[in-house]
């Protein structure tokens, strides 16, 4: 088999697997198809097209966090609500550009501790579901440690990790992996083992050893899943950088907050909370991107143009 035909194979078939197509399989010189009715890959986009679907994908929610934003002005405004309790937007506003240079440097903190925690947890977390999908063993010694360690609130143990670690950052980045590194084994041990058994079983036939089937066939079956939990992870790793700025920091986003809950500052704590959503859409984005980069031929990443055209 060579090197071609598997890394055909393992796309196509977890290209199939998502839509529902029947796998093409390349095997040397020859290939064998089954294909569906409605034909392989749709055609690439054009730049403009992308633009355009882009575009679609973005209007429906400008809309809604417009009407969020006249909405809080409208009720600020009006003073429905005290303003020491909910600031308008002129106020958060202008709370930002007053003392962004301070809200920059805690943003960078945070960020760093993220992204940080975030990659950690992903290598971390591919690792451990390669170690569980590939050995029973393993998958029965691991587990159950994994699972045990995601229902400890994480909060809790934030005040032993400043004991054990210090003041410094590595308790928030610590709390920031163990906060994403679960969605991550859990997506990577699924898509591994959705793997069809009969196109392993071919590339075992065909010669193809452990480390090739996994590079050529399971890994790309396992991106998709893997990419959703990825999603998720990054995300998670913002809440985890924060719960750790609460105990025990003096930087960051998380002792901005606190800051401002303590001297009540609404306009402040609100200019935070939009800094704090800020890092996690950004990074979210960014996963988005790879994502696409990574498996364009996957279904979920047809969805949106199919919307669009139909």
């Known amino acids: 088999m060579t090197e071609n035909s598997l890394d055909t194979a393992g796309r196509q078939a977890a290209a199939d697997q998502a839509s529902g197509a029947p796998e093409a399989v390349g095997v040397g010189s020859s290939t064998v198809v089954r294909r569906s009715p409605s034909g392989g890959r749709p055609p690439r986009l054009t730049l403009g097209?992308?633009?355009v679907v882009f575009a679609d994908s973005l209007w429906r929610p400008?809309?809604?966090?417009?009407?969020?934003?006249?909405?809080?002005?409208?009720?600020?405004?009006?003073?429905y609500v005290p303003n020491y309790l909910v600031p308008t937007p002129g106020q958060v506003w202008e709370t930002m550009t007053t003392q962004w240079s301070e809200l920059a440097r805690h943003t960078l903190v945070t960020l760093y501790e993220t992204v940080l925690g975030f990659v950690l947890a992903a290598a971390l977390g591919l690792v451990t579901a390669v170690a569980i999908a590939y050995s029973r063993t393993l998958d029965k010694a691991l587990y159950p440690i994994v699972l045990f360690a995601q229902v400890i609130p994480k909060i809790a143990i934030a005040p032993l990790l400043v004991v054990w670690?210090?003041?410094?950052?590595?308790?928030?980045?610590?709390?920031?992996?163990?906060?994403?590194?679960?969605?991550?084994?859990?997506?990577?041990?699924?898509?591994?083992?959705s793997t069809d058994p009969e196109l392993l079983d071919l590339a075992a036939t065909m010669g193809a050893g452990p480390w090739r089937t996994f590079r050529k066939i399971r890994f790309p079956n396992a991106l998709p899943h893997l990419m959703a939990g990825l999603k998720v992870a990054v995300t998670l790793a913002v809440v985890g950088a924060v719960v750790g700025e609460f105990v025990g920091a003096s930087e960051g986003l998380g002792y901005v907050l606190l800051l401002a809950n303590g001297n009540l500052d609404a306009p402040l704590l609100f200019a935070d909370l939009?800094?704090?959503?800020?890092?996690?859409?950004?990074l979210f984005v960014l996963v988005e991107i790879a994502e696409a980069l990574l498996i364009p031929w996957h279904?979920?990443?047809?969805?949106?143009v199919s919307l669009t055209t139909s």
């Open 49 to 51: 097209r992308r633009a």
């Open 165 to 193: 670690f210090g003041l410094g950052l590595t308790p928030k980045i610590i709390l920031a992996v163990l906060i994403a590194f679960f969605p991550v084994v859990i997506s990577g041990v699924a898509g591994l083992r």
């Open 299 to 304: 279904a979920s990443r047809r969805a949106g």
């Open 274 to 282: 939009i800094l704090m959503s800020a890092i996690g859409i950004v």
């Open 62 to 79: 400008a809309l809604v966090l417009a009407v969020f934003f006249v909405a809080w002005w409208f009720v600020a405004a009006r003073e």
